[in-house]
C-alpha cells in the first residue's frame, strides 16, 4: 500500500492517528515488503501479525501463507481488516489487545512465526505477552523505536544493557537488521525505527530456573550502578559465587554476560533435582501383565529391554477447570521437549501408585498436598505407554508452582478445548504417555 491509500483507508475507516496509542503507519511499500521477506515465509507456515493497521505488511503475506492471524487493538481498523479479507477463510482477524491476547490459542497453529510493527507506548509488554517462555513461535520479524530494539541485543557493560536485554536474549537471539527513519511512516515520529529478527536460542547455556533468573536480574539492575552482592538476595557464600564466575567481589550487574547470569541463577537455586533430568540407576519393580511383580532392575535396563513396569500420571487442574502441561527438558532420556501430563513418574520398587503420585507432585511441581489425587484411569502397558501400567489421577491446585529445570523446561495451564485442537492439529508435539491418558480422560 503506498502512502495515499493508507491514509485514504484510516479516513474510510474514520481514524484519526492516536499518538496515545502509538499509531505511526508504514506508508513505504518497499520497506514493508521487506520487512515480510525477513521472515522467510513457506507455504506451510501460519503467521501471527500484531499491530497490522490498515494492513500494509498483510498483504504481502495473504495467499502466502497457509494462516494469517492479524491482532488488532483499534476497533475501528479491524473490523476494516475484517471487510477487507471477509472472502479469504485463510485470514482470521482479532479485534484485541496484544498486551492480554490469550497467547495459548497459537500453539495449535505451529509451524507459526511472528510480525509486528509494533506501537511505540506498548511494544515491549506486546513482546512479553506473546513472545516470552514458552511461546510457539519459531521465528520473529519485529519494529519497534531504535532505542528499544538497542536494548534488546545491547551487550553487557553498554548503557542500553539491563533487564529487557537479559530477558529476552536468555530466549531468542537478537539480530538488529536496519535502521527505518521516520520519512517511512504516517504521520512522522521524531525517533527513528528499527526492525530486528528474532530466532530461537536453542544451545549455549546450561538448564536454568527461568523464573528465578527473572528474580535476580530484576534485583540487580534496580540500582544498576550499585554493587550486585548489596542487591541479591541472602545465598551461597559471594566469594565462591564470584570465583566461580571469574569476577571481582565488587561486580556490578550490568558487568555480567548472559551466561554468567545463568550461571549465578544456578548457584542460587537450591532445589535438588537442578541437574538431575533422571537417575539411571534408579530400581523399578518388573511386573507381569496382571501388574504383578515379578523381579527389579535399574530404570536403565527397563528401558533399554522393555521390561514392562509401573507409571503414574497426574492431571492438575486450576479453579478455571485449565489442565497443567509441562515441557519436558531436553535432556530427558525419553520424549524430551514434548509436552506432557502435568506430573509424571515411576514408581519406586516397593511404592504404591498413590504414594508416587503424591511424591512426583511435590518432586516436580513443588505442590504438596494433604488431599488424595483421585485416581480416574487405568491404563495397560504398550508401545505408547513405554511398557507402562499406567494410573492416571487428578486433583486441583491454585497456589505456586516449583520445577526442577533439568526436568522441566516450562509449564503453562491450557484450557482443555485447545489442548483438544491442539492435539488434533499435532499430535507429535506430545509424549506418546500423554496421549494414551489424553484419550482415557476424554472418553470419561
Not at 514493508?32 to 500494509?56: F, N
Not at 495459548?104 to 516470552?132: D, E, V
Not at 504438596?368 to 499406567?390: C, K, L, N
Request: with cysteine.
Amino acid at each position: 500500500m503506498t502512502g495515499r491509500e493508507i491514509r485514504e483507508a484510516l479516513i474510510h475507516a474514520g481514524v484519526m492517528p492516536s499518538k496515545q496509542l502509538g499509531q505511526n503507519f508504514l506508508i513505504d511499500p518497499n520497506m514493508a515488503r521487506w520487512i515480510v521477506s525477513q521472515l522467510e515465509i513457506t507455504a506451510g507456515d501460519a503467521v501471527v501479525e500484531v499491530g497490522p493497521g490498515t494492513g500494509s505488511l498483510s498483504e504481502h503475506l495473504v495467499g502466502k501463507v497457509r494462516k494469517l492471524i492479524l491482532i488488532e487493538f483499534d476497533a475501528r481498523l479491524a473490523e476494516a481488516l475484517k471487510h477487507r479479507f471477509r472472502d479469504d477463510p485463510s485470514v482470521e482477524v482479532h479485534h484485541a489487545d496484544g498486551v492480554k491476547f490469550d497467547g495459548r490459542q497459537l500453539f495449535k497453529h505451529r509451524p507459526l512465526k511472528f510480525l509486528g510493527n509494533l506501537p511505540y507506548s506498548c511494544g515491549g509488554a506486546i513482546l512479553k505477552n506473546l513472545l516470552s517462555r514458552p511461546h510457539p513461535f519459531e521465528r520473529a520479524v519485529i519494529m519497534l523505536q531504535k532505542e528499544v530494539i538497542d536494548r534488546l541485543g545491547a551487550a553487557p557493560g553498554t548503557k542500553d544493557y539491563g533487564i529487557l536485554s537479559l530477558r529476552t536474549q536468555a530466549n531468542w537471539e537478537v539480530k538488529s537488521l536496519r535502521t527505518v527513519p521516520p520519512e517511512a511512516f504516517y504521520p512522522q515520529p521524531k525517533i527513528d525505527s528499527s526492525v530486528a529478527v528474532l530466532t530461537p536460542r536453542t544451545s549455549g547455556l546450561p538448564t536454568f530456573d527461568y523464573r528465578l533468573f527473572d528474580e535476580l536480574i530484576r534485583r540487580g539492575f534496580a540500582q544498576r550502578r550499585k554493587q550486585l552482592k548489596k542487591q541479591l538476595p541472602e545465598g551461597p557464600q559471594w566469594e565462591d559465587i564470584t570465583a566461580g564466575l571469574g569476577v571481582t567481589a565488587t561486580v556490578r550487574g550490568e558487568e555480567l554476560t548472559l551466561a554468567q547470569w545463568v550461571d549465578l541463577t544456578r548457584a542460587y537455586d537450591p532445589h535438588p533435582l537442578k541437574d538431575l533430568p533422571q537417575k539411571s540407576g534408579e530400581i523399578f519393580d518388573v511386573v507381569d501383565t496382571d501388574d504383578q511383580v515379578t523381579g527389579t532392575a535399574t530404570r536403565a535396563e527397563v528401558h533399554a529391554q522393555r521390561l514392562t513396569h509401573r507409571a503414574v500420571h497426574v492431571f492438575v487442574f486450576n479453579k478455571r477447570g485449565d489442565l497443567l502441561l509441562q515441557k519436558r527438558s531436553l535432556l530427558k532420556d525419553m520424549c524430551p521437549g514434548l509436552w506432557d501430563s502435568s506430573v509424571s513418574g515411576h514408581l519406586d520398587s516397593g511404592e504404591s501408585y498413590e504414594t508416587a503420585a503424591i511424591r512426583e507432585l511435590e518432586e516436580e511441581m513443588g505442590i504438596t498436598t494433604e488431599t488424595v489425587p483421585e485416581e480416574i484411569a487405568r491404563i495397560a502397558p504398550g508401545v505408547e505407554t513405554g511398557w507402562e501400567h499406567v494410573r492416571l489421577y487428578r486433583i486441583r491446585h491454585d497456589g505456586a508452582l516449583r520445577f526442577p529445570a533439568a526436568e522441566v523446561d516450562a509449564v503453562m495451564w491450557f484450557p482443555l478445548a485447545e489442548i483438544a485442537a491442539w492435539i488434533a492439529a499435532h499430535p507429535a508435539d506430545f509424549a506418546p504417555g500423554f496421549m494414551e491418558c489424553w484419550k482415557k480422560f476424554t472418553a470419561l
